[in-house]
């Protein structure tokens, strides 16, 4: 389905819409300040400006989640009620700071309570239209996530004795919310769509295998999900090339591993995929890129993911060539193990394919 684009306008509590907000007042919010033209009239087309008056309740805790805001001038503060009736400031946050970042993350209601301590005007960005921005400028987006989960790591070190079942559901959301990140950025080919998916599932397995732990699990999942986000920065005119690479085109995609990793770093609980997304293509004989890891030199997610990849992409159909029998497949996994791969991994990969998780 296209993403909708919001009718543009400026609010006032209790008044109609009233003329869009600049850009150039947009580069007065500190993030938005050092981007370009073309990023700043993205930003523009997705935002809605409202002011509020002192102690106006701006988003209400149990209220639907559907957008997150940046305070253009003002001071407001977030408050978490318990179930005992303990309220918790869990932050004051004045120009410049974003908050009700949930939103791009759960569906359900808010977690907590933001008000106005001073006269407020605060940016309004959906869900639905940052998903919007997904499609039209994904490096944009990253980086309203980066700044996103500044917050998220400052409340999480304020709830975490208090609220240990909503941060499990938090660690779901980053899953579910990276899935459809890079379900957007898969639209853009035919031939990889799907690709995702199929290595986390298959790297996930061979982890479970392995007997991985819980947290090792998670992080082998999230690395998973964004092994190839680096390829947002490769022209579809070589992802999509129906013949052999040149050289230099061949240079450029050999930089998305560095690409995705920069990234995602920063940003929270996704910070920890960086060497996995960095190390996915190393081999183990030390002669893969982009650092020539060798061994366990490699994380164990890298090399996990890996095989995974490796064995999803010669089962594929690509513009280029025609998908490979898998038993051909497994048996070019085989020859790899000691060379390309890591020995016990591809024991483990063996074992699920073997039991039909494919």
């Known amino acids: 389905m296209r993403p909708r684009r919001p009718a543009h306008r400026t609010r006032r509590p209790g008044g109609p819409a009233t003329a869009a907000p600049k850009i150039d007042k947009l580069r007065e919010i500190s993030f938005f300040a050092g981007l370009s033209?073309?990023?700043?009239?993205?930003?523009?087309?997705?935002?809605?400006?409202?002011?509020?008056?002192?102690?106006?309740?701006?988003?209400?805790?149990?209220?639907?989640?559907?957008?997150?805001?940046?305070?253009?001038?003002?001071?407001?503060?977030?408050?978490?009620?318990?179930?005992?009736?303990?309220?918790?400031?869990?932050?004051?946050?004045?120009?410049?700071?974003?908050?009700?970042?949930?939103?791009?993350?759960?569906?359900?209601?808010?977690?907590?309570?933001?008000?106005?301590l001073d006269e407020t005007t605060v940016v309004e960005i959906s869900r639905q239209d940052f998903e919007a921005l997904l499609y039209k400028a994904p490096v944009l987006a990253f980086g309203i996530m980066k700044e996103l989960s500044s917050r998220l790591r400052g409340t999480a070190a304020l709830l975490v004795s208090h609220l240990q079942r909503k941060n499990r559901q938090l660690l779901q959301s980053y899953v579910d919310t990276v899935n459809a990140l890079i379900q957007a950025v898969e639209a853009r080919d035919a031939y990889t769509r799907g690709h995702t998916e199929r290595v986390t599932r298959l790297a996930k397995a061979t982890?479970?295998?392995?007997?991985?732990?819980?947290?090792?699990?998670?992080?082998?999942?999230?690395?998973?999900?964004?092994?190839?986000?680096?390829?947002?920065?490769?022209?579809?005119?070589?992802?999509?090339k129906p013949g052999p690479l040149e050289a230099g085109e061949y240079e450029l995609v050999k930089k998305h591993p560095e690409t995705g990793g920069s990234m995602i770093d920063r940003i929270a609980y996704l910070e920890e995929a960086v060497p996995q997304v960095l190390s996915h293509h190393e081999r183990f004989d030390g002669s893969g890129y982009p650092r020539g890891l060798a061994g366990e030199q490699i994380p164990l997610p890298g090399r996990i993911i890996?095989?995974?990849?490796?064995?999803?992409?010669?089962?594929?159909?690509?513009?280029?060539?025609?998908?490979?029998?898998?038993?051909?497949?497994?048996?070019?996994?085989?020859?790899?193990?000691g060379k390309q791969f890591d020995p016990q991994v591809v024991e483990a990969f063996l074992g699920v394919v073997e039991a039909g998780v494919e």
Not at 307 to 319: H, K, W
Request: net charge negative.
């Open 37 to 116: 033209e073309y990023d700043l009239h993205q930003i523009d087309q997705i935002t809605t400006e409202r002011t509020y008056a002192p102690g106006e309740l701006i988003v209400e805790e149990d209220t639907e989640a559907e957008r997150f805001f940046i305070i253009h001038r003002g001071k407001i503060e977030i408050l978490k009620r318990f179930e005992d009736g303990e309220e918790l400031v869990l932050g004051v946050h004045s120009d410049g700071d974003f908050f009700g970042e949930m939103a791009l993350l759960d569906e359900g209601p808010r977690s907590a309570t933001a008000r106005a």
């Open 207 to 240: 982890g479970l295998r392995m007997k991985l732990p819980e947290e090792a699990i998670f992080v082998l999942e999230i690395a998973s999900l964004l092994h190839d986000v680096g390829k947002i920065g490769i022209p579809d005119a070589i992802l999509h």
């Open 306 to 337: 890996a095989v995974a990849d490796v064995y999803d992409a010669m089962t594929s159909e690509r513009p280029y060539r025609k998908a490979m029998d898998p038993d051909k497949a497994l048996a070019v996994i085989r020859e790899g193990a």
